[in-house]
């Protein structure tokens, strides 16, 4: 099959040809119109939905901009403005006519004549719509989307002098490979000890997210906000008790492999003790992996990697580049974190990060260029709500291009050993995740049945549960106060919450897919492709059937993956 970067820009047929929005009164005629069509048979219909994803796909790129611009420069006050203006003024406004027009989809006579094969997953998504709306959380909902904002203003603040330089912590996180054993302690305690500045103001900024939610789930006929979020996030094919068994299979599968790693690096180094900032180290005489020097330097390096392994996908960063659609290096003032964020109408996304020059960064970037290929793939689609697929085949896009693309990282490394010491970190990492992410999620599980919790007794829950999920081979004794904020670093839990089990659930996709990629690269890249051109026109499981994927999370597949995983770490280790 034949694919393209090449795409273009949706064309406005609706909307004036170069509509800009400036306010409410400019945007809601086009809401009462369609609103006020007459739909007289199936064809006015199809056209009524065209009409209503132009629109859709123009509101949700100008709300993305407005975030991207402010995550590249959180000391800007305009571009917290106007992404301010946005949620408070014109996504309050557009709430009741979404769902006067959710009600007018499924309410029409034709509606019951669209082919049910290429609709069902829509409309199931729009009854959900319907059935969570309520008027009195709208301007909750536009409260919690400026206050979720928050912690990337508080965040991106956080900086730290080592040897009389100023760092972002993210730039900082470089001298924790250093050989030198007292300059990596020396930095991360300055590192948890910003953090320790502001915990304050990172417990208040959740707590008052926490109250509005759980506002918001009451407010819906939920009794908590995970039920609540679980039916908005469309998780219409798992439940919390998968969520609890999954938990369940990283203490029983994962945690064991995980002790061998930490165990293999403490001897490596040379340590009676292994250290939180020892686990990133190599031996003395050994440099620290550098596979790019700037932005620049990892956009191109990732292209050449990309070009070897499938030239569609480096087409993909081309067009990206071409359009500016990268701020890839972290800089004082810029939100942490990193993501891709899908443009509805420009259909090239926009990848943001904060690359230091380290490992980590060449991971986060291929990860976020396998979200990258997942928007070009989609944007072909009909309609604006087709391209909205589930989180967790989104995550299996991004995390099966990190395996698929090691055999050719030669882009970043001029010789063997860095190369086999890049592919053995990424392994590890592939292990090492899972814990994290059974932590945070079963914490969050956690929060929101205990919506009314004091500081102490959330501080108590996390330090628990982070303890159920540790490695005996790490040494913590010291670094209590540090430990009790840890869940301050994740982002997911302010911005997107409930968002994170989608990682573990895709990680195992991503290495289904990867053994399917060692025994047929040319079919897994197939599958793989097949799957995220798709959207979200099928089911979850129907998607990562496409995939040549099973949708399971049971403690066996969990113990068959890692067992997998794990006997290729070795194969690297005895090379």
């Known amino acids: 099959m034949l694919r393209t970067a090449d795409i273009?820009?949706?064309?406005?047929?609706?909307?004036?040809?170069?509509?800009?929005?400036?306010?409410?009164?400019?945007?809601?005629?086009?809401?009462?119109?369609?609103?006020?069509?007459?739909?007289?048979?199936?064809?006015?219909?199809?056209?009524?939905?065209?009409?209503?994803?132009?629109?859709?796909?123009?509101?949700?790129?100008?709300?993305c901009w407005r975030q991207i611009k402010m995550t590249c420069d959180t000391t800007d006050a305009s571009l917290e403005a106007a992404f301010t203006f946005f949620c408070m003024e014109i996504q309050p406004k557009i709430q009741p006519y979404a769902d006067s027009l959710n009600k007018k989809l499924i309410q029409?006579?034709?509606?019951?004549?669209?082919?049910?094969?290429?609709?069902?997953?829509?409309?199931?998504?729009?009854?959900?719509?319907?059935?969570?709306?309520?008027?009195e959380n709208i301007p909750l909902q536009a409260e919690l989307s400026v206050l979720q904002q928050q912690y990337g203003t508080i965040a991106g603040k956080m900086t730290i002098t080592v040897d009389d330089k100023e760092y972002t912590l993210q730039q900082a996180a470089q001298f924790l490979e250093s050989e030198d054993r007292s300059k990596r302690e020396s930095v991360y305690m300055k590192i948890q000890e910003r953090r320790l500045q502001d915990q304050q103001a990172m417990h208040d900024l959740f707590t008052s997210l926490i109250e509005k939610r759980h506002q918001v789930a009451l407010n819906a006929g939920f009794q908590n906000y995970r039920d609540y979020k679980f039916v908005e996030l469309g998780r219409f094919d798992y439940s919390k008790e998968d969520c609890y068994q999954f938990h369940e299979a990283v203490k029983l599968h994962v945690l064991p492999i995980i002790d061998k790693i930490y165990a293999r690096k403490k001897q490596k180094l040379g340590l009676d003790t292994l250290k939180p900032w020892d686990t990133e180290a190599e031996p003395a005489g050994t440099s620290p992996?550098?596979?790019?020097?700037?932005?620049?330097?990892?956009?191109?390096?990732?292209?050449?990697?990309?070009?070897?392994?499938?030239?569609?996908?480096?087409?993909?960063?081309?067009?990206?580049?071409?359009?500016?659609?990268?701020?890839?290096?972290?800089?004082?003032?810029?939100?942490?974190?990193?993501?891709?964020?899908?443009?509805?109408?420009?259909?090239?996304?926009?990848?943001?990060?904060?690359?230091?020059?380290?490992?980590?960064?060449v991971t986060t970037m291929v990860h976020e260029g396998g979200h990258a290929v997942h928007s070009f793939l989609a944007h072909p689609l009909a309609l604006s709500a087709f391209k909205e697929y589930p989180m967790e085949i989104a995550e299996v896009a991004s995390m099966a291009m990190e395996l698929f693309t090691m055999n050719h990282w030669q882009s970043f490394f001029d010789n063997a050993a860095d190369?086999?010491?890049?592919?053995?970190?990424?392994?590890?990492?592939?292990?090492?995740?899972?814990?994290?992410?059974?932590?945070?999620?079963?914490?969050?599980?956690?929060?929101?049945?205990?919506?009314?919790?004091?500081?102490?007794?959330?501080?108590?829950?996390?330090?628990?549960?982070?303890?159920?999920?540790?490695t005996h081979s790490i040494d913590y004794s010291g670094l209590?106060?540090?430990?009790?904020?840890?869940?301050?670093?994740?982002?997911?839990?302010?911005?997107?919450?409930?968002?994170?089990?989608?990682?573990?659930?895709?990680?195992?996709?991503?290495?289904?897919?990867?053994?399917?990629?060692?025994?047929?690269?040319?079919?897994?890249?197939?599958?793989?492709?097949?799957?995220?051109?798709?959207?979200?026109?099928k089911t979850l499981p129907e998607l990562y059937t496409t995939a040549g994927l099973s949708f399971n999370f049971s403690p066996d597949y969990v113990k068959t993956l890692m067992e997998f995983t794990n006997e290729e770490l070795e194969k690297l280790y005895c090379i």
């Open 8 to 63: 273009q820009k949706l064309p406005h047929h609706f909307l004036p040809k170069d509509f800009v929005l400036t306010d409410w009164d400019s945007l809601e005629p086009y809401f009462k119109a369609l609103l006020e069509r007459e739909i007289t048979q199936k064809q006015d219909l199809e056209q009524w939905m065209q009409d209503l994803s132009e629109l859709e796909a123009f509101i949700s790129e100008d709300a």
């Open 108 to 135: 029409c006579s034709f509606t019951a004549e669209l082919d049910e094969k290429e609709y069902y997953t829509y409309l199931r998504s729009v009854k959900k719509s319907i059935e969570l709306f309520r008027a």
């Open 289 to 361: 992996l550098r596979p790019f020097t700037d932005g620049k330097d990892l956009y191109e390096k990732t292209v050449t990697c990309f070009e070897q392994l499938n030239p569609f996908f480096a087409d993909c960063l081309k067009k990206m580049n071409d359009l500016k659609h990268f701020d890839l290096e972290s800089r004082k003032g810029k939100a942490p974190g990193g993501y891709n964020c899908p443009l509805a109408e420009s259909g090239a996304p926009f990848i943001f990060m904060n690359a230091a020059g380290q490992m980590s960064d």
């Open 419 to 470: 190369l086999q010491r890049a592919k053995e970190h990424q392994l590890e990492r592939t292990i090492t995740i899972f814990p994290w992410i059974a932590i945070i999620d079963k914490f969050q599980h956690w929060i929101y049945e205990h919506p009314a919790h004091t500081i102490q007794e959330r501080t108590d829950a996390w330090v628990s549960i982070a303890k159920e999920f540790s």
């Open 480 to 537: 209590d106060d540090f430990r009790a904020i840890g869940w301050q670093r994740q982002l997911h839990l302010f911005e997107v919450p409930f968002y994170y089990i989608e990682y573990g659930i895709a990680q195992l996709g991503a290495i289904g897919m990867w053994m399917q990629y060692q025994k047929n690269p040319t079919q897994a890249l197939e599958n793989y492709m097949n799957a995220l051109s798709l959207g979200g026109t």
